[in-house]
């Protein structure tokens, strides 16, 4: 499985972006896709994940109504509609997939196995 995320930039205070996770080769051994973010100096934190029917979907507190992951089986991608931006979501977002899910929705850095490259994401006041 690879992934390929786009959508990052620049942004003001109270705008919107939409990031993409595309994903290729055996994307039927994807059981999760979870959205993470790295701000400088901190560390890698969840956003949002979701099974990779969509059936289930987890948001942090610190997006919850804000941003929203939603997932296309047809395009093999995965969004995230990012609302009303702050700029403490300033940071590099990743997408992560995760191969050997279990029931629950994993929601840290080591559960998932197949990891994008970063795109930016700065949100400026």
């Known amino acids: 499985v690879q992934l390929q995320a786009s959508g990052g930039g620049s942004v003001q205070a109270g705008g919107s972006l939409r990031l993409s996770c595309a994903a290729s080769?055996?994307?039927?051994?994807?059981?999760?896709m979870g959205w993470f973010r790295q701000a400088p100096g901190k560390e890698r934190e969840i956003v949002a994940a979701i099974t990779w029917g969509g059936s289930s979907k987890y948001h942090s507190d610190s997006v919850k109504g804000r941003f929203t992951i939603s997932g296309d089986n047809v395009k093999d991608t995965v969004y995230l509609q990012m609302n009303s931006l702050r700029t403490e979501d300033t940071a590099v977002y990743y997408c992560?997939?995760?191969?050997?899910?279990?029931?629950?929705?994993?929601?840290?850095?080591?559960?998932?196995?197949?990891w994008g490259q970063g795109t930016q994401v700065t949100v400026s006041s």
């Open positions: 080769g055996r994307t039927f051994n994807i059981d999760y």
């Open positions: 992560a997939a995760d191969l050997q899910g279990g029931s629950v929705i994993p929601t840290r850095p080591y559960q998932y196995d197949v």
